[in-house]
């Protein structure tokens, strides 16, 4: 029997070329693919919010709007309840809490995505060096990078706000350099396995230069559980700013941020203002949208990721 | 070899904590102000705050510096804070430490001991019925927790157990001498809190490291010779996951003891998260260093015994390449 198992996966093995590259079919999930449509739905505002923003997102909002057609009093304009000329309300100052979520998304999402970038910037490089460097190069980069580790995110970025301020490039470097830290073990671990395998040893017997090997070789082998990961750290990433801003520390006013959204409008919960319950909604879908999409992929790699995750 | 292992690691928790002292020394540095002249406030000329900066070593180069405090610290003083005080005086840092510990020290041991069994046997129960509703239920519910903001979780219960049932306190507000009921009813709100950031992480690990050891050749052949899924999953699969799970443990204790700056600061409780913060907008740095370096020193300890757990369960590790 087993001899008829073998002959089969013999014979669809070279339905293709020999050395062509595994075909990599990622089928979503229902999850995953709503997911998908969330991203891109918050990707278009992104780019367009701003433009189709009813009013400006610094703008407190004239009390005539509210004025009830008749009556002369005028009334608050903080919390207001969704209406026509507010389609999710006010938030506590008066200002209209749509404009607000779509100037915030370039923002919130605009911040965590070059901070991301950032930090794979750094980790990747220091990462791979380490990997295919000297032992003693890898020795004194991991012994930092534990040292970053150590040290608990917030506290780091709290001492380093405090003593440098708060301004928008200075939070995308300092995040950056903090999560730089977790993509730095995962970068050289996929290296060091790449590193030892047959075909990189059979490039060096070639020949090859160690810009070729890092180039051919194990870049293109470790995209893809990086490019996972790199899910899973935009969603810490959003996470930990909107958790800075939430703390006074992140974006500062009158700039829109989600996090900072919520943290504003925080006392309107109980006159039932849904001003901070939309920012939060808006941080959720997508935080849950992006690791759906990464649970789907990594269910797909076989775990193998899951298994890097805990290790 | 396995002594040899136990002392590696040993050797590298203490170059990390070297490293991570240095850095703490350079950061608070950093921050803005002079110390001498914050402590004399209004009768600060420049003669006494010269003098002061002499008494208090900070005329001497940083890296002298550094050497005292780091003596200092190996010996167990921490030092004395230096803001906020009036004139010279100041109070030392371990006694100020001391409730503030206790504080975060009962929360997190209340949170451990809730969360961890609760956890386990969710991540369990999911990973016995893979593929079912029940299953699918854990999976995405954890999915949606680890993904929203800590403070969503809180301000979620604040609105439900304070506001619309009025049964909670929104704020820790600890006389000190509480007992029974009044302080669960006061700690209620951060240990749930707690509980269901930290619970929701340890589930999706246990069922991840539980679902990938029983994809492995030896559970197979369990399967294979007919030994009830039950009997695997307890006897093959857990005892096979324990160091993994552990390190999933120690982990998230890590993170509890860093990671409650936002839980400490929403409900006001008086740990050791929030008076780090009180010390970093203070301009406090002797506090700021000493906070820091307990956080850091339990990270690197609770690191240790992870690491040590997956070396005594896993004898293969026991001989490093």
Redesign the interface.
């Known amino acids: 029997m087993s001899d008829i198992t073998q002959s089969n996966s013999q014979t669809t093995q070279f339905d293709e070329l020999p050395d062509a590259p595994p075909k990599r079919k990622i089928k979503l999930s229902w999850a995953g693919k709503t997911g998908v449509v969330v991203l891109i739905f918050w990707a278009i505002i992104v780019a367009i919010g701003p433009m189709i923003a009813p009013y400006y997102e610094g703008d407190i909002l004239d009390e005539e709007l509210f004025m009830v057609p008749g009556g002369d009093e005028y009334p608050d304009t903080d919390f207001q309840p969704p209406s026509k000329i507010v389609y999710l309300g006010t938030d506590y100052l008066g200002r209209d809490t749509l404009s607000r979520i779509l100037y915030g998304a370039r923002t919130t999402i605009g911040i965590s995505f070059i901070a991301t970038l950032w930090a794979y910037a750094i980790g990747v490089t220091l990462g791979i060096a380490a990997a295919v460097g000297s032992k003693l190069l890898d020795m004194t980069l991991s012994r930092l990078n534990d040292a970053v580790l150590a040290i608990p995110s917030l506290m780091l970025a709290l001492v380093m706000i405090a003593a440098l301020g708060s301004t928008i490039p200075l939070l995308i470097l300092l995040t950056g350099i903090i999560y730089a830290a977790s993509v730095f073990r995962i970068a050289r671990s996929l290296g060091q396995e790449v590193m030892v395998s047959d075909f990189v040893e059979a490039a060096r017997v070639r020949g090859e230069g160690l810009w070729w090997i890092i180039t051919r070789e194990i870049l293109p082998n470790i995209a893809m559980p990086l490019a996972t990961d790199f899910g899973l750290r935009f969603v810490w990433i959003i996470l930990f700013i909107s958790a800075l801003s939430f703390l006074g520390l992140g974006v500062q006013p009158p700039m829109s941020d989600w996090g900072s959204m919520v943290k504003e409008n925080l006392p309107g919960l109980i006159y039932g203002s849904i001003a901070p319950i939309v920012p939060s909604l808006a941080i959720a879908t997508l935080t849950i949208s992006v690791n759906m999409i990464v649970d789907d992929i990594s269910a797909h790699s076989g775990g193998k990721l899951a298994k890097r995750m805990i290790s | 070899m396995l002594w040899r292992a136990v002392v590696g690691r040993i050797g ?1 928790s203490i ?3 070297w ?2 002292s ?3 020394f350079g ?2 540095n ?3 102000g002079d110390i001498a002249q914050i402590m004399l406030g209004q009768m600060a000329t420049p003669e006494n705050t010269a003098a002061l900066r002499e008494k208090l070593g900070l005329d001497k180069p940083a890296h002298i510096q550094y050497l005292v405090w780091l003596g200092n610290v190996a010996m167990g003083d921490l030092g004395i804070s230096k803001a906020g005080l009036g004139a010279g005086l100041g109070t030392p840092i371990v006694e100020m430490l001391g409730p503030r510990a206790f504080n975060t020290l009962r929360l997190t041991v209340w949170v451990s001991v809730i969360a961890i069994p609760v956890s386990l046997a969710i991540g369990l129960i999911a990973a016995m019925h893979p593929g079912t509703r029940l299953d699918r239920t854990v ?2 519910s954890t ?2 927790l ?7 979780v809180a ?1 979620f219960l ?2 439900i157990f304070a ?1 619309y049932l009025g049964w909670l306190p929104s704020i820790v507000f600890l006389r000190g001498g509480e007992s029974g009921w009044l302080l669960i009813k006061t700690l209620a709100m951060p240990i749930l809190t707690l509980v269901i950031v930290v619970s929701a992480q340890i589930i999706r ?1 246990t069922r ?2 539980v ?2 050891v029983m ?1 492995s050749p030896y559970i197979e052949m369990a399967i294979l010779k007919g030994v009830p899924r039950r009997k695997i999953i307890l006897r093959h699969a857990l005892l096979n996951a324990i160091g ?1 799970i552990v ?2 443990i120690a982990l998230n204790l890590a ?1 509890l ?3 409650v ?2 839980v400490e ?1 929403i409900f006001a409780y008086p740990g050791l ?1 929030k008076l ?2 009180e010390a ?2 203070l ?1 406090d740095p002797p506090l ?1 260093q000493a ?2 370096m307990i ?2 020193t339990v ?2 300890v609770l ?1 240790f015994i992870a690491d040590m757990a997956s070396i005594l369960s896993n004898p293969r590790l026991r001989h490093p390449k």
């Open positions: 590298i170059v990390t904590l490293v991570v240095l850095m703490i950061m608070t950093l921050l803005p999976t995405f999915l949606s680890i993904s929203v903001p800590d403070f969503l301000t604040v609105l506001v690990m991840a490291t679902l990938n994809s993994p390190n999933v993170w003891v860093g990671g700056v936002v600061t998260a780090m913060i970093v907008l301009r700021v906070c820091a956080f850091c990270y690197v690191i």
